[in-house]
């Protein structure tokens, strides 16, 4: 695959400002391609860029196609290959001025450049070898990490471990599928290279390492996308109330109105380095109302998509009417049961009536939402349930759908061999189930892809990137 399939052009070089859109206090446009230097030495006056090492920063002057000063810059230049896309790459350092920015980058564009396609530059340097495919989604996914475990994990699998991992079963199934094609060959000479129990053995060591990194899926997109609570109760139990006082925001509208709450609203916030993505829903009670009973249906469903479940009970009425349909949309998650409003009421009455009604070991905490009595106690409660693991720039989790889905397509494949295995079938259908696995697994790091998946991929990027 080369640069041309790609980008469907041939040689041309690409510019664009890879710094976020809006005013700072600099913008940086990076130019890419075989002409990259020389296109912008025509706008440019200070240093001979010819006469620049790669990895030098130099300080002079942008001009416009008129000659005249657009702004001073700062220059840094880097040579091909060693470079983020394996071609020649400049950078220029300007002022944040949205008027320079744009400027800029016409100015370019009238030397010879091209503007950049969403993702390009990382595209580039897939084309290049410089990453692969996971490597280049990585990319975008440090970019957009909002917690520090999601940024350690994109960071991980930008590094490449994940793609050491993904080649070290790669090169076991290739080992497999030797032996096996090997007793094909010498079949008829009734040559034995492995003993059958020992490949099996093989076999079952690569579906376990394929099923670990499936499962570790469960927990990335958790990690990516934020862990999902639901804070739901019945009408008027403060569950606006606690939104709001785990946001630290006036996000919610509270009032003393039963039924206020007729949708769900989501936020989020990093609570122990991890993103948690609050879900406050309808008050759960028995209405005829058609456009509540909406809401409570919707709550029904924030409920089963919840990792955590935060079950808000009002004090001062203890009314537990609700418990039992509650409780059993809550049947395998993990369950805080928060008694709220102890402002009003200290003696914790529903305590007794909770008590032969929550699973046991369920954990419960009092609080005041109003007056953010013990929220301390409730967030480090939820930290402690989420329960994800410990992750550095060196840990291997899957957070993409597009890798999960493959995984479990390659775990699908080496499953059947080993049924074959223990079945005595043949070496060639046998084959044909490695090679499947194997392709499944190319997909991820793109050592087989399409153009469709390519463009998918990319078009998800930031232009600039």
């Given at each position: 695959m080369n640069i041309t399939e790609l980008t469907g052009l041939t040689g041309d070089t690409i510019c664009a400002v890879s710094t976020p859109p809006g005013r700072g206090g600099i913008a940086v446009i990076r130019v890419s391609g075989p002409q990259a230097c020389e296109l912008v030495q025509r706008r440019w006056q200070g240093k001979?860029?010819?006469d620049m090492p790669s990895h030098t920063v130099h300080l002079g002057e942008l001009i416009d196609s008129d000659g005249q000063v657009l702004d001073q810059a700062v220059l840094t230049v880097y040579r091909a290959p060693r470079s983020f896309t394996g071609e020649d790459v400049v950078e220029l350092a300007c002022h944040g001025s949205t008027w320079i920015q744009q400027q800029a980058v016409q100015t370019l564009i009238d030397a010879g450049c091209r503007h950049a396609s969403a993702g390009e530059f990382t595209r580039r340097a897939f084309a290049n070898g410089r990453l692969d495919l996971s490597q280049a989604e990585a990319v975008a996914d440090v970019i957009e990490a909002q917690s520090r475990?999601?940024?350690?994990?994109?960071m991980s699998q930008m590094r490449g471990h994940y793609s050491d991992q993904l080649n070290a079963l790669r090169d076991k199934l290739l080992h497999f599928t030797a032996l096996i094609e090997l007793e094909l060959d010498f079949s008829e000479e009734d040559v034995t290279?492995?003993?059958?129990s020992q490949v099996t053995a093989l076999a079952r060591e690569i579906h376990a390492l394929i099923s670990r990194l499936a499962e570790s899926y469960r927990d990335g997109n958790a990690i990516?996308?934020?862990?999902?609570?639901?804070?739901?109760?019945q009408t008027n139990a403060g569950k606006s109330t606690l939104l709001n006082a785990l946001l630290g925001d006036d996000r919610a509208l509270v009032s003393n109105i039963h039924g206020t709450t007729r949708d769900t609203i989501e936020d989020t916030v990093i609570m122990g380095g991890m993103l948690m993505r609050f879900i406050d829903t309808a008050g759960i009670r028995?209405?005829?109302d058609t456009v509540e009973q909406m809401g409570i249906e919707r709550s029904w469903q924030a409920i089963d998509k919840a990792s955590i479940i935060l079950w808000v009970i009002d004090v001062t009425s203890a009314d537990t009417s609700m418990a039992h349909d509650i409780l059993g949309r809550c049947d395998g998650k993990a369950l805080i049961a928060v008694l709220n409003k102890t402002d009003l009421d200290d003696d914790f009455a529903a305590r007794s009536e909770l008590n032969h009604l929550l699973p046991q070991g369920t954990p419960v905490v009092a609080i005041s939402a109003?007056?953010?009595?013990?929220?301390?106690?409730?967030r480090n409660l939820i930290v402690s349930t989420a329960s994800l693991p410990d992750v550095d720039s060196d840990t291997v989790i899957v957070t993409n759908a597009r890798h999960y889905q493959a995984l479990t397509r390659a775990?699908?494949?080496?499953?059947?061999?080993?049924?074959?295995?223990?079945?005595?079938l043949s070496g060639d259908l046998l084959d044909q189930d490695i090679r499947e696995c194997l392709h499944w697994l190319g997909e991820i790091t793109g050592t087989i892809t399409t153009d469709n998946i390519l463009a998918e991929i990319f078009s998800h990027f930031c232009i600039g990137k």
């Open positions: 001979a860029l010819a475990a999601a940024h350690h994990v994109a290279f492995a003993d059958r990516k996308d934020g862990i999902p609570v639901a804070i739901v109760g028995q209405s005829s109003k007056h953010d009595s013990d929220i301390e106690a409730l775990r699908d494949a080496i499953a059947r061999a080993i049924d074959g295995l223990n079945s005595g």
